[in-house]
């Protein structure tokens, strides 16, 4: 079952239904289900649909004239003698229908031959320009996209009409694949799965979700038990690196040079690799709400769930849970895991936040939204608010508390919150949020009432409109 991408495919059918030549660049991280959205995208059209592979030019061609050969003739006649001729034929091919020409990750067949760009430049500019055309290029190496195919430099800069980065779903669509489950597992899934469909797939509700880490994660053989690993040696050199740097962001280093020296690697080249991990998507880097982005202040955290939670628990334990066996391990994963999902239950409510300014129900729209961390002059300590929004003129803030655990949220944990929320003395507009996995004390329901703090809990999450 194919299972939201509503914007995504809206774009498509919207692109398609232009009578004249469209150039989508879709592209995104590996897995994310871009491949999934184009062959849903394709059920209710003619398409050709070529996916790439990583092999040589010749045969990458040989597959694409068999796959182009067969869609307008039935029938493969032989490999076209180049690239430029395959194009060609798809343009003379063409008449007043529609023709979508899919080519799923593009960068194996350009990254063997270059020219490929240049000869599908020439061939917009002086065919395709006026053709019926609906021409998607589609890669998972995002910074070959952006830099071999949109960038400045590329030979087709300035040609596609549309673009479209296919991200991680949230916390709410992710929650549709486990409609058996209890609101707080859907949440807990998603904690440990992030938003990726290919992982998301794994777990089945029918099983518990300490079941599904033993069985999906631990058990040798499963497919996420190395994935992150073996995503790394696709994608990066001296991957040894790279997983110290992961492991250090898990276990809580998130400033650079905290982060330099757990590794016992220099900060310069920390730098350099963090930056690279930034570029597919797998770390981000961020900054007190409100502030300007070269904030002196910025942390790093790592961006994709099951990164987070691999490197936490997996990697860090990996000959200690194969001597504990894999129910052992996951029955201690799995009561760990109220801790671990402290800073996911903020990005669970930021996402929540934002679907409710999408929707027009929030107060305002939010120019800025995220975490606040700084000095409290009240304290003369360091403090945080775990969601701030504020408005374009700063004149209207929202502040939430974010807790995920069992226990009631408290009245000194109330008091804290608005003590840390007074630090901001300018907005005239302040709207306060509580979010609580364990509910509120009867004496936190009083005060909120009076003073107009909106409660939310689990099941609020997850009943939104779609």
Not at 341 to 362: D, H, N, P, W
Request: with cysteine; aromatic share 14%; hydrophobic share 35%.
């Amino acid at each position: 079952m194919f299972i939201g991408r509503k914007s995504e495919l809206k774009l498509l059918e919207n692109l398609y239904a232009r009578d004249d030549f469209q150039f989508l660049v879709m592209y995104g991280r590996r897995r994310v289900g871009k491949t999934s959205l184009l062959r849903e995208f394709s059920k209710k059209h003619r398409t050709i649909l070529f996916s790439a592979q990583e092999k040589n030019d010749a045969l990458n061609l040989e597959d694409f004239s068999k796959t182009v050969q067969r869609h307008f003739d039935g029938s493969f006649f032989g490999t076209f003698s180049g690239w430029e001729t395959a194009f060609q034929y798809i343009g003379e091919k063409t008449s007043n229908k529609k023709t979508v020409l899919i080519i799923d990750e593009f960068p194996f067949v350009a990254s063997e031959n270059p020219s490929v760009k240049s000869i599908l430049q020439h061939t917009i500019d002086h065919s395709w320009k006026e053709k019926n055309i609906f021409l998607i290029l589609c890669g998972s190496s995002v910074s070959f996209m952006e830099n071999e195919v949109m960038g400045y430099k590329s030979p087709l800069y300035g040609r596609s009409t549309s673009q479209l980065e296919v991200q991680s779903f949230d916390y709410f669509d992710s929650s549709l694949f486990f409609p058996n489950y209890s609101n707080v597992d859907k949440l807990l899934a998603y904690g440990i799965l992030g938003g990726i469909p290919c992982y998301l797939n794994t777990f089945r509700d029918t099983f518990s979700i300490e079941q599904n880490i033993a069985e999906q994660i631990l058990r040798t053989g499963a497919f996420l038990k190395d994935e992150p690993q073996l995503l790394l040696k696709m994608e990066l050199r001296e991957p040894a690196v790279y997983n110290s740097i992961f492991e250090v962001i898990a276990e809580g280093a998130s400033r650079l040079n905290d982060i330099a020296l757990k590794t016992h690697e220099e900060s310069q080249k920390c730098s350099k690799y963090i930056s690279t991990l930034q570029t597919i998507k797998l770390i981000e880097r961020i900054t007190p709400c409100g502030d300007d982005a070269s904030s002196k202040k910025s942390l790093y955290k790592i961006a994709d769930n099951f990164y987070l939670f691999w490197y936490r628990f997996v990697f860090a334990n990996r000959s200690y849970y194969e001597m504990l066996g894999d129910e052992e391990a996951a029955a201690e994963i799995t009561e760990n895991l109220s801790a671990y999902m402290g800073s996911v239950f903020e990005t669970i409510c930021c996402q929540y936040l934002i679907r409710l300014a999408k929707q027009r129900k929030l107060p305002f729209v939010p120019h800025d939204i995220g975490r606040w961390w700084g000095a409290n002059p009240k304290t003369k300590k360091q403090d945080d608010i775990d969601i701030l929004a504020l408005s374009r003129n700063k004149e209207s803030a929202i502040f939430c508390e974010c807790k995920f655990k069992n226990a009631a949220f408290d009245m000194k944990e109330y008091d804290d919150f608005i003590c840390a929320s007074e630090i901001f003395t300018q907005p005239k507009n302040r709207y306060y949020y509580l979010f609580s996995k364990g509910g509120y004390t009867s004496a936190v329901r009083e005060r909120a009432e009076r003073e107009n703090v909106i409660l939310v809990g689990i099941d609020d999450l997850l009943q939104l409109e779609c």
